[in-house]
């Protein structure tokens, strides 16, 4: 069975996103997402996927939405968290990958954080004004195995620090 994989940029205050797009401007926590999830199928809702517009590349969208009339040839649509994961378990087995990424926004997050079996937490050194926000973890049952922090780049408006935790 694939793992279920969250992948989130949070501030210090748990800000994620900010009038239906992000809080701050981090080309290299892009970059990190495009490698972090290339290749494999993403599970977004539909207010993420409305603030990207389009598929993004080298991987398979599935978009997750409650409206029935919610068409594109060029995604795949969920109406519910477990149709988006079984669709994702099938596109992860066709793509010969054993992940699932779950990358937003913050209805998503909390919708599958206790079927998580693994997150990718940027966290960035802002505590920006937000109206979505990552659900608190109880560290408890996260551990961590991984830190890093990747040099700033010139265009980042903050330094952040990626935390990979896997569930006790
Ligand atoms: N910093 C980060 O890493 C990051 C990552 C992603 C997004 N973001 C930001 O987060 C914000 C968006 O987050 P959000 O919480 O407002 O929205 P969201 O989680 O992206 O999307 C919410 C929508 O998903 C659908 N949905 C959610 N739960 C569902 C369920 N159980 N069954 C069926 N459909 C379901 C509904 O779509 P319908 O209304 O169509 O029914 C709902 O309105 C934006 O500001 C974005 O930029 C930040």
Redesign the pocket.
Known sequence: MAKIVL????ARNGA????????WRLPSDLKH?RATTWGRPMI??????D?IGKPLPGRESIV????AT?ARDDVHV????DEALAIGAERAQAMGVDEIMV???????R?TLDRADRIVL?EVDLAPQG??F?PALDMRRWREVSRETPPRGEKDDAAFTVRVLERI
């Open positions: 992948v989130a940029a949070v994620i996103g900010v009038k239906g797009g992000l809080p997402l977004m809702g539909r207010k993420t996927f603030s997750v939405t409650r409206d919610f969920a109406r519910t968290i990358i937003g926004g913050g209805e998503l997050y919708a940027s109206d979505a990552f």
